[in-house]
């Protein structure tokens, strides 16, 4: 997993990104992104940062309670049962919101505060 650290450096700040981006990859944009997303601002201004998990992380064993209480996307090239895996650990290390597509379907998740 690559990208995370800066996202613990942030929260630690008190800082929140806009979103965080997962991404299951290992294509160039993701090994990029993960590297310098806290160093290039997004054209909109706002910060959104990037964690991508590599093809030797284990989805159910990742620290990812950097998570909690953001809003997140995910993404794998992995095949669709290792993203619902990963959707699944996103959503269980307490994210706010959690979309992807895999499969051709959409999935979303809502942490609901009131349960």
């Not at 965080?20 to 993960?34: G, K, L, N």
């Not at 940062?49 to 090239?77: Q, Y």
């Not at 993203?83 to 994210?95: H, K, T, Y």
């Amino acid at each position: 997993m690559k990208g995370h650290e800066h996202l613990i450096q942030l929260r630690r700040e008190g800082r929140v990104p806009h979103s965080v981006w997962i991404t299951d990859s290992d294509d160039h944009y993701s090994r990029e992104t993960a590297s310098e997303w806290d160093i290039r601002p997004s054209t909109s201004g706002k910060l959104f940062a990037h964690i991508r998990i590599e093809a030797m992380d284990t989805p159910e064993e990742l620290d990812l309670l950097c998570l909690r209480g953001l809003e997140c996307h995910v993404a794998s090239d992995r095949g669709d049962a290792r993203f619902l895996r990963l959707f699944q650990a996103v959503c269980d290390a307490g994210a706010k919101v959690v979309a992807g597509v895999s499969a051709g379907e959409v999935h979303v998740f809502k942490f609901n505060e009131a349960a």
